[in-house]
């Protein structure tokens, strides 16, 4: 892949993955709306770049998000016993809410890939993105909770939101935001466990593509790594983006998301169809 394309799709990636709209459902939809396809997530060619992709991704987050996987890796070793406490609780909800998406990733896995060649599927679920975000902005719970009001069963509730977004065009961030709304939380801190749950399951992801990586022998080149450069850089400004968003607009703020999906989902629908 060239370097310009390499950087629309590193800079695609760094939003979307973020934003409450679907990264996954865009890769399925892109391709063969631009008559790109060097650009499909499911060619071995495309392997080294969804690989650093991906960990320039969670790599941005880690850094936005620093205070709290520092309290995380220091849990064990903080001298005071309420801070310590704190840090283990946050420690625990973020790994109650991970597991259900690792154990629905592990034993989908096939079953769910094979809805990646359907442009189509994922226009129809981007739309279904949309729907679920202007529903939830209307069915949510008032968010006056932070995020220390969650429960190790709240943090599993969420985790099992998180399993929706194994589907194209359902949004990773957007499912687990949603559950956040649902049981109480504002949106600011709704949006802040949705992307602390994200960075290990992003991570993991590019992770998980390495020994594919190996297999094919396939290598990382420098336009690959100049794309993971922009992915990241690409994701910091979303998340500041979003976390500034959300803190500023507690009434409705995943509507322009909504709108955006269902909009982009039935256009894409009738490209398709051209």
Known sequence: MGLISTIIVAIIQGITELFPISSLGHAVVLPPLM???????????????????HLGTAIALLIYFWRDWLAIATAFFDRDPEKRREQLRLLLLVVVGT???VIAGFLLERHVRAMFGSAYLAAFFLIVNGVLLFAVERLKQEGRNPMSALTLKDAAIIGIWQCLALIPGISRSGATIAGGLLLGLRHEAATRFSLLLATPIIFGAGVLEVPKLVKSGGHVTGVALIGGVVAGLTAFVATAILMRWMKSHEFKALDPFAYYCIGFGVLSLILLAI
């Open 99 to 101: 597991v259900p998406a």
């Open 35 to 53: 008559r790109l396809s060097e650009m499909d997530i499911t060619s071995e060619a495309f392997l080294p770049l969804l690989v650093v992709l």
